[in-house]
C-alpha cells in the first residue's frame, strides 16, 4: 500500500538553511552560529577536515558536540558528502564509487550515515563522481550500483534517508540518470533524490518548476543556487537565469517539508555577507510566490 502524499505546504511553511561548504574559512561552531543568528533554520553539513572529520580521532565524542550545537541554535540538519580533498590531498573527490578501489568512498559514506543517524539529520546527500578515462561505461555503472547497494544496507540499519545528487558532468547528472540507478537497485524507499535547483537549469530539458514535480515523491533534499543555461557554476541569487517565486511555488505545491540549502561552495570569502544577501532573497522570493488571497 502506498502511503498517502503529504499535503501541499505553503511558500512560507519552506524551511531555508545553508550549507556549510560555504563557511570554508569559519570553524563549524562559528559558522553555526552565524547561520543561525541570520535567521536560517538548518544547515546542510559538509563532513570536511576542517567541519567534522570523519575520519580523525573521538567522533562520537564530537559528533555529541555538534548535534548540541545544533540543538542550542534550533538548526535543523542534512549530511552532504562532497568535501574536495578529504580523501586524497592530490586528487579531487578521488576516490569515487566508479574507481578501481571505491573502499575509501564506501567506509566515508557509511560513516556519514552513521553521523547522520546520530545527528537526526534529515537526509544524508551523496552523488556518483566522473567516470575515469580508464574504466569503462558498462563497469562504471556496475561500481556505482555496487557501491550504493553497500551504502544502502547501512542506511537500511540507520533508519537514515539517502539523497542521491544528480551533478553535471558526473556518471548520473540528471533526473533521468538517477531514475536509471534508482531501477536498477530494486527502487529502494530510503534511495531519494537531492536535487540542485541550479542544476536543473543548467542541464535538464524541462523548466525548473517541472523538474520539482518531476520528483517530489522522491524528494529528500534541495539545494539552491541560480545558474546559467549550459555552464555548471554556482552563482548568487539573480546573477543567474531561474526565476526563483515559481520553484518555491513548486516545492509548496509538492508537499516538501524538508530542507532548501543554500549550495554556494565558492563563496566562502565573503560568507556571512553572502549567506545575508541569499536569506534576504529567498525570503522575498517566498513572499512572491504565495497565493493571492480569494
Not at 561552531?29 to 543561525?36: E, P, S
Not at 576516490?95 to 552513521?114: N, Y
Not at 531514475?179 to 543548467?202: Q, V
Amino acid at each position: 500500500m502506498t502511503a498517502p502524499r503529504p499535503a501541499p505546504a505553503t511558500p512560507g511553511a519552506l524551511r531555508f538553511g545553508y550549507g556549510t561548504n560555504g563557511f570554508a574559512n569559519h570553524r563549524l561552531d562559528d559558522a553555526l552560529a552565524v547561520v543561525a543568528d541570520l535567521g536560517y533554520q538548518g544547515v546542510a553539513l559538509t563532513l570536511d577536515h576542517h567541519h567534522l572529520d570523519p575520519f580523525a580521532p573521538y567522533l562520537a565524542r564530537r559528533v555529541a558536540a555538534v548535534g548540541r550545537r545544533l540543538a542550542a541554535l534550533g538548526l535543523a540538519v542534512v549530511v552532504e558528502t562532497g568535501a574536495r580533498y578529504l580523501l586524497d590531498p592530490w586528487h579531487k573527490h578521488a576516490p569515487t564509487l566508479l574507481h578501481d578501489d571505491p573502499a575509501p568512498r564506501i567506509d566515508f559514506l557509511r560513516r556519514a550515515v552513521r553521523i547522520g543517524a546520530d545527528l537526526g539529520a534529515e537526509a544524508v546527500s551523496f552523488w556518483a563522481g566522473v567516470r575515469p578515462d580508464a574504466v569503462a561505461p558498462d563497469t562504471a555503472r556496475d561500481r556505482l550500483v555496487a557501491g550504493c547497494a553497500a551504502v544502502l544496507d547501512t542506511a537500511d540499519a540507520a533508519g537514515v534517508s539517502l539523497g542521491f545528487e544528480p551533478e553535471p558532468g558526473m556518471l548520473v547528472e540528471d533526473i533521468a540518470g538517477w531514475r536509471r540507478l534508482r531501477a536498477a537497485l530494486g527502487d529502494p524507499p530510503r534511495f531519494g533524490i537531492t536535487l540542485d535547483i541550479g542544476h536543473c537549469r543548467c542541464l535538464e530539458p524541462l523548466p525548473v518548476p517541472d523538474c520539482v514535480h518531476e520528483v517530489a515523491a522522491h524528494l529528500v533534499n534541495v539545494q539552491i543556487d541560480d545558474m546559467r543555461r549550459g555552464v555548471h557554476e554556482h552563482l548568487e541569487f539573480g546573477a543567474g537565469e531561474i526565476d526563483f517565486p515559481p520553484v518555491l511555488r513548486a516545492l509548496a505545491d509538492a508537499g516538501y517539508r524538508g530542507l532548501v540549502a543554500v549550495e554556494l561552495p565558492r563563496h566562502s570569502h565573503a560568507a556571512p555577507a553572502v549567506a545575508a544577501r541569499s536569506l534576504d532573497f529567498l525570503r522575498a522570493a517566498r513572499a512572491a510566490a504565495a497565493p493571492d488571497p480569494p
